[in-house]
């Protein structure tokens, strides 16, 4: 039979893992835990190369505003756009997880677009062993995945200001294909999202000043057992503002900022139940996580609708105000634009230790041509042993007005 039992040790190690941190880090590990994490991942390279920022950056020549405000769509060049993103994923760990993104729009008429993606994160291949050992062989092998797709309208509300509203179907499948203890994971969410786009005068310069909003994966909750448990989806909030300012003729500058707040409730932690109900134990001792489970229930987290989440979302951090601002994360971009054809990026993106903890600088660049453009971003991590270092995202752009003219139509 099955060593379902190992499989389940292994998981609730991982579930508990924050909380077995916390007590070395003083309690204040506390994360912010979402089923689904795929959507969160960053999967273009331009925002990569720019520490992950994308809200309000420059949409003229961007067909990948799908993931990071849909509402910028009205506002680039060309009529169709095409790209392919692709991102092998934890390379420091593994070899074969990896995530795809395919995204395309199409402008109605100068005021409006449809636009639409579908993003498929692999978790490579896991082997499962029956009987006694690793000596049997293995005796199967799954694929587990996570897959995203949507559609999303924008129109412009006026010259400088636009809006988008899109929906979203997500299907998870981690589960075991003969295991009855796991079905695949579905829901559905809503995206709603904003743009302004304007030149404002800075000395003798015209600068084109952007800012964005976007609130994403506004939906149910998912569940992996049948609906006996729920977890909520990485909702999220998402500001930024963007400054292109012109040096000359032929070359420009833009400074961009996004930060993200997850709209997910803060999920009371192992390290609390054991100070409640065992603070004459280690806060660190696993034995009791049963227990934790019968405790987290009775909170009434796990009841939790996922708009009563968002609501709740910005008050409930134990630590008060001061943990509020921590599950703030941001990032700072700069892109240096040659005669719209050459491009130069740099970036920084925070996370506080004690929410995740993902620090990192991220370099790249971009090629642009009448049909295609390619570009290129790699990560640099500043935190210690962090699985996301030396992470390359790869982006493959096509514009269709050029493919138009090369072919004479």
């Known amino acids: 039979m099955m060593k379902r039992d190992i499989r389940k040790v292994c998981l609730a190690i991982l579930l508990m893992l ?60 060309s009529q169709a756009g095409l790209s392919l993103c692709y991102t092998p994923w934890l390379r420091q760990l593994v070899s074969d997880i990896d995530l795809a993104n395919l995204v395309g729009y199409y402008k109605l008429d100068d005021y409006s677009a449809l636009s639409s993606s579908i993003t498929y994160f692999s978790l490579g291949e896991v082997i499962v062993l029956f009987g006694g050992g690793i000596s049997q062989g293995p005796q199967a092998v799954i694929r587990p995945y996570e897959m995203a797709v949507d ?42 999202s904003m743009f302004y786009n304007n030149y404002v005068g800075l000395g003798r310069r015209d600068c084109l000043f952007g800012w964005g909003l976007n609130a994403s994966n506004i939906g149910s909750k998912i569940s992996y057992d049948g609906g006996q448990t729920n977890e909520f989806i990485p909702t999220n909030l998402r500001m930024g503002v963007s400054l292109s300012v012109p040096i000359d003729e032929y070359n420009s500058i833009s400074f961009n900022a996004d930060a993200n707040k997850l709209m997910v409730p803060t999920k ?21 996580t049963s227990d934790y489970a019968t405790w987290l229930a009775a909170t009434g987290y796990n009841d939790l609708s996922p708009i009563a989440g968002i609501f709740k ?47 990192y600088f991220t370099l790249g660049a971009g090629f642009r041509m009448n049909v295609f453009s390619l570009d290129a971003a790699y990560l640099i991590s500043t935190a210690q042993s962090n699985p996301l270092d030396q992470t390359l995202r790869f982006t493959l752009s096509f514009d269709m007005d050029g493919l138009k003219a090369i072919l004479g139509r």
Request: overall charge negative; hydrophobic content about 30%.
């Open 268 to 288: 009371p932690t192992y390290s609390q139940f054991m100070s409640e109900e065992h603070p004459e134990e280690d806060p660190g001792d696993l034995s009791f």
């Open 313 to 359: 979302s910005f008050s409930d951090a134990p630590g008060g105000l001061e943990e509020e601002l921590r599950e703030i994360y941001w990032g700072i971009g700069v892109e240096y634009n040659y005669n719209d054809q050459f491009l130069l990026r740099g970036g920084y993106h925070y996370e506080n230790e004690y929410k995740g903890n993902r620090k």
């Open 18 to 77: 924050p909380a077995y941190v916390a007590p070395a880090q003083k309690e204040r590990f506390n994360p912010i835990y979402t089923g689904v994490t795929s959507l969160s991942i960053a999967p273009d390279a331009r925002a990569g190369a720019m520490g992950d920022v994308g809200c309000a950056t420059d949409p003229y020549y961007d067909n990948n505003c799908q993931y990071w405000n849909p509402s910028k769509y009205p506002f680039t060049k």
């Open 151 to 192: 559609f999303d309208y924008s129109r412009k509300l006026s010259e400088v200001f636009s809006a988008a509203v899109g929906l979203r179907f997500i299907y998870s499948d981690l589960q075991y294909n003969y295991d009855d203890e796991l079905t695949p994971g579905k829901a559905f969410s809503a995206d709603i």
